[in-house]
């Protein structure tokens, strides 16, 4: 079970709430809402939202914390991965929705190819950074993993 600390962040972070399992299980008795994995230029960060009882009212709280992942793409769940791709696609093609669903499909067909790859360290070490520079965009993730894989085996 993952255990992670709970922080509200602004620009800075400003306190930690306390502990808490993925399981809806907190220690000091509030619900786990809503919990997501994000990914902002490269950086992965796990969203929670929490209801907390302060002063005999309940509030809801948002709340992101840096996690590593062990795999910067496919630890993101399918349907995440698929609304961050289609952003990304909306914002590139706008109202050309033939073409927002041709990169959409592309992406997703690519973020399923780069799931069924066999993982390694070098794997990893390398979708790392191309998850780093490409995300969500799991065509160009795909294309600059198996580039630098072919290199790396070229190398050897």
Same mark, same amino acid.
């Given at each position: 079970?993952?255990?992670?600390?709970?922080?509200?962040?602004?620009?800075?972070?400003?306190?930690?709430?306390?502990?808490?399992?993925?399981?809806?299980?907190?220690?000091?008795?509030?619900?786990?809402?809503?919990?997501?994995?994000?990914?902002?230029?490269?950086?992965?960060?796990?969203?929670?939202? #929490?209801?907390? /009882?302060?002063?005999?009212? +309940?509030?809801? =709280?948002? @709340?992101?914390?840096?996690?590593?992942?062990?795999?910067? $793409?496919?630890?993101?769940?399918?349907?995440?991965?698929?609304?961050?791709?289609?952003?990304?696609?909306?914002?590139?093609?706008?109202?050309?929705?033939?073409?927002?669903?041709? #990169?959409?499909? /592309?992406?997703?067909?690519? +973020?399923?190819? =780069?799931? @069924?790859?066999?993982?390694?360290?070098?794997?990893?070490? $390398?979708?790392?950074?191309?998850?780093?520079?490409?995300?969500?965009?799991?065509?160009?993730?795909?294309?600059?993993?198996?580039?630098?894989?072919?290199?790396?085996?070229?190398?050897?």
């Amino acid at each position: 079970m993952k255990i992670f600390k709970i922080a509200i962040l602004s620009s800075i972070l400003i306190s930690t709430i306390g502990t808490a399992q993925a399981e809806n299980d907190f220690n000091f008795g509030t619900r786990l809402l809503k919990m997501s994995v994000l990914n902002v230029h490269g950086e992965t960060f796990r969203n929670v939202e #929490v209801m907390l /009882k302060i002063d005999g009212t +309940y509030q809801i =709280i948002s @709340a992101e914390a840096p996690v590593q992942l062990d795999n910067p $793409v496919c630890d993101i769940d399918r349907e995440t991965a698929r609304q961050d791709a289609l952003a990304d696609a909306r914002e590139d093609w706008g109202s050309d929705y033939s073409m927002v669903q041709y #990169v959409l499909n /592309k992406d997703m067909d690519a +973020y399923d190819d =780069i799931c @069924a790859m066999e993982k390694s360290a070098v794997y990893l070490e $390398v979708l790392n950074e191309a998850s780093s520079d490409w995300y969500p965009d799991f065509s160009m993730v795909k294309y600059s993993l198996e580039k630098d894989l072919e290199a790396y085996k070229d190398v050897q």
